[in-house]
């Protein structure tokens, strides 16, 4: 397929910038994530539903698709946009999401009626997603929140781009160390 999946190598792919992103149970994100009994939270593919039971509830843009799950998993699991954008890509291409609307760059999916046919046809394992899903939002319900994972994605992918632009100056290292460490000092007096 053209969004770049390769289902022997676990659905990996590369960004632009030449950085390995992986989807559902092989992102790092969900390394040792499981969801009872040795069981991963999402096994391959499982994603897949967790977006097309979301589309069914309304139709959704890829963002609010990531803050629905965070929310869902109670901040336990945060997918990276390099998950979920190339999955509605797929989702689009097999008949079972569409673009319902574009403002900008921003593209609005909704569930086709194939989508909710499949749905409907995969009854069982979505309701068996959804009740790993409640485990664990139960086991982390006072756990980090979802805006502060995403937070510290956000940082953590900030500083990778930048250092892969090249060699950093010296002025350019102390101020990047300045700005986390002023950063650091008022996270822990908050």
């Known amino acids: 397929m053209s969004h770049g999946f390769s289902h022997r190598r676990g659905e990996c792919g590369r960004h632009r910038s030449g950085e390995r992103f992986a989807h559902g149970p092989f992102d790092r994100g969900m390394r040792g994530m499981h ?7 999402l096994d ?17 843009h890829g963002y609010d698709l990531i803050k629905a799950i965070e929310e869902k998993l109670a901040g336990a699991y945060s997918p990276s946009p ?9 989702l ?25 046919a499949f749905l409907d046809a995969n009854r069982a394992t979505v309701e068996a997603v959804f009740a790993r899903i409640a485990e664990v939002s139960d086991r982390h319900g006072g756990g980090v929140s979802p805006q502060l994972l ?3 994605e956000n ?30 000092t008022a996270v822990e007096r908050s």
């Open 35 to 41: 969801g009872g009994r040795g069981r991963r939270l």
């Open 44 to 60: 391959h593919g499982d994603l897949r539903f967790v977006i097309l039971h979301l589309l069914a509830d309304k139709p959704r």
């Open 82 to 90: 390099g998950v979920v954008y190339p999955t509605l890509t797929m």
């Open 92 to 116: 689009e291409e097999m008949g079972y999401a569409t673009v319902a609307a574009t403002e900008g760059t921003r593209k609005l999916y909704a569930l086709t009626e194939e989508g909710r």
């Open 150 to 152: 995403r937070a510290m």
């Open 155 to 184: 940082l953590k992918l900030a500083l990778r781009l930048r250092l892969s632009r090249g060699r950093l100056a010296e002025e350019e290292v102390r101020r990047i160390a300045a700005l986390l460490d002023e950063a650091a």
